[in-house]
């Protein structure tokens, strides 16, 4: 039973907090819907969902403080369970501690005397004042920055990518797909600006690794908000590649409006709709299902407006073909490396599932494995191990404690790690577009027992690229069989890279690639 006495202090931290944060002028309510649809659509009060949870959820207040950063950088904030934004205020200004990596707070002091003068918080000063006049808020000079001293004159045509996240190519499928357009894009001759929605305001250390490739990351050192950088800068663009209907997707009105010349491209990583009205049916959940609805309608209108989308399926292809014109759907498959196999089968021992367990997808399938496919498997392999490989496993998982099961986690090697393995496994119940962890095993050379919704639009034909069952214990039969039949292992092996190199490989993915730019009359060097 809860104690009335700590529930009344609860209540009175929330609501003193409430009043702290709205007092001080440094929670941007708008900003933070724009931000955060879901708080949006549940109609609830932004400063309230704020206090109440979303610093918990690693929500931040207004784009120039960072509430993860602040608990970083100082640990014993977090242990104490405070909200970053309200310590902040209370306590963090004044021992001269930092919102976020992109403000920094003596500095500004010193360097804009009449900031101190004025009694105005330093951070609401810049916020409200400081970006209009074009002051700085940090000593660090911005890649964008060094660009525009230097570069803006350069002859080549601009490209603005906008996406959910900065691409990790060793943690995701998607991140790979992003890092080669990266490259396919500067390879055509094009200067590559990339900006992260969910994570614009990310330390520098997230995106170091894409403007080590030359690529222009944008940040709130240079453009509070994606938004501003769009108004003032986008007219000097030729091309913007915006992917995910809820990432990328939720700018193509603003950016429409301020260059209605401007061609854009809409990468739908995946049709989304696709895979929430199948979680919403195996869930048998409403909310999902409300979700999907509205996915589809989003996803049907920008791709009847923007100039070319891409889908990664043939099926997507076709689902988008009902009611969108098809010469503005393109579809580009995954784009990949294709080693092939670097060990023979009797070099080989154990069975892997590759993912990202951030993905929902991912966990159900990997879930629904191990409670019906995995005993009927070790039941008749006793020796054969299962490793799980990605990041991001639930606890729940991890505590199952199921016999032989490793978690491998995040692996930086992963060709070594597959070429150990004699099989991988995709038992997906449900999800959409084109699955990397396919892809990825046969381009190795790795044989993939999978189910239909696996290899969905890919073109694969099963028994001869890829083995493919949807019961448990159809699917764990097939794993035991193709386990210890070297014939069958080596034509899977082979049929199934043969396959990736003709359709996944990167120049076929460069050819399509070549062609849509063509089609949209916009220029492809050739190098």
């Known amino acids: 039973m809860i104690n009335p006495f700590n529930k009344l202090i609860q209540i009175w931290r929330l609501a003193n907090n409430i009043l702290c944060i709205a007092r001080s002028g440094l929670f941007d309510g708008a900003w933070y819907l724009k931000q955060y649809e879901d708080v949006a659509d549940a109609g609830i009060n932004p400063l309230v969902h704020y206090v109440r949870r979303g610093a918990r959820e690693g929500r931040n207040p207004n784009p120039l403080f960072n509430g993860n950063w602040y608990l970083q950088q100082n640990p014993e904030i977090a242990a104490a369970g405070e909200n970053p934004l309200a310590h902040y205020i209370r306590n963090g200004t004044d021992e001269g501690r930092n919102p976020s990596a992109y403000f920094d707070l003596d500095w500004y002091l010193a360097r804009n005397k009449d900031v101190k003068a004025s009694g105005m918080h330093p951070l609401r000063h810049f916020l409200k004042i400081g970006t209009i006049q074009g002051r700085r808020p940090s000593p660090h000079i911005s890649a964008f920055r060094r660009w525009a001293e230097g570069g803006r004159n350069e002859n080549l045509p601009k490209l603005l990518m906008i996406d959910r996240i900065y691409p990790r190519p060793d943690q995701d499928s998607g991140s790979i797909d992003c890092i080669n357009y990266i490259g396919l894009f500067q390879e055509f001759g094009y200067r590559v600006f990339f900006a992260a929605d969910e994570e614009y305001n990310s330390e520098p250390e997230v995106y170091r690794a894409l403007e080590e490739r030359d690529v222009l990351c944008l940040n709130p050192a240079d453009f509070l908000t994606i938004e501003s950088f769009i108004e003032s800068e986008i007219d000097d663009f030729s091309v913007v590649f915006l992917s995910r209907v809820y990432s990328g997707g939720r700018f193509y009105e603003l950016i429409r409006k301020k260059n209605p010349g401007i061609k854009i491209i809409f990468n739908t990583v995946d049709l989304h709709a696709i895979r929430e009205m199948r979680e919403a049916k195996i869930k048998e959940d409403s909310k999902i299902l409300k979700r999907a609805l509205k996915t589809i309608d989003r996803e049907r209108h920008l791709a009847g407006r923007c100039d070319a989308t891409i889908i990664v399926s043939e099926f997507e292809r076709k689902y988008l073909a009902e009611e969108i014109p098809d010469d503005k759907i393109v579809h580009i498959p995954l784009m990949r490396d294709c080693p092939g196999r670097g060990k023979e089968f009797s070099d080989r021992g154990d069975i892997c599932f590759i993912g990202n367990y951030s993905h929902n997808p991912n966990t159900d399938a ?34 199952r404690g199921d ?35 396919v892809v990825t095993s046969l381009a190795c050379g790795l044989p993939c027992v999978a189910t239909d919704v696996a290899i969905e639009g890919m073109g694969l034909v099963k028994d001869q690229h890829i083995a493919v069952e949807n019961s448990p214990p159809a699917f764990a039969d097939c794993v035991v069989r193709l386990y210890g039949d070297r014939n069958i292992w080596e034509k899977y092996s082979t049929e199934g890279w043969r396959f990736c190199t003709q359709n996944n490989s990167l120049k076929a993915g460069r050819q399509r690639m070549a062609g849509l730019l063509e089609s949209l009359n916009l220029p492809v060097h050739n190098s």
């Open 403 to 437: 016999p032989n099961v490793e978690e491998l986690g995040h692996v930086t090697d992963l060709k070594s790690t597959l070429d150990r393995m004699r099989l991988s496994v995709a038992p997906l119940r449900y999800g959409a577009g084109v699955k990397g962890k």
């Open 366 to 399: 990997l879930k629904y494995f191990l409670d019906e496919m995995w005993p009927l498997i070790h039941a008749r392999l006793p020796l054969c191990r299962f490793f799980i490989i990605g990041p991001n496993l639930p606890e729940d998982i991890k505590r």
